[in-house]
């Protein structure tokens, strides 16, 4: 709930907060996220697969580290000119 909370406060037009996750949040991530690469494997096409490494190269998605959105954002603009907030 920490994060629902730091983007209340977020107003558009204004950097995305950092957020420090908690041992839970990560750890919660990390079984979602290797379950979601173990389905890739099966499941995704060659352009998601690529993307998906882009994230991982650029914007540190990993099982060990949650994202930043602030980064994703940055990484984002620079290819689509669009950002996520």
């Known amino acids: 709930m ?3 909370h730091e983007f209340i406060r977020f107003f558009s037009g204004k950097p995305l907060p950092l957020v420090a996750y908690t041992q839970q949040e990560t750890e ?4 979602i996220y290797e379950a979601v690469k173990d389905a890739q494997k099966k499941n995704a096409c060659k352009e998601y697969l ?9 914007c540190g998605y990993s099982p060990h580290r949650i994202p930043q959105l602030q980064g994703i954002s940055v990484y ?10």
């Open 2 to 4: 920490h994060i629902v």
């Open 28 to 31: 919660t991530w990390r079984k």
């Open 50 to 58: 690529r993307g998906f490494q882009a994230l991982e190269r650029n």
């Open 76 to 85: 984002l603009r620079g290819k689509t000119f669009r950002c996520i907030a």
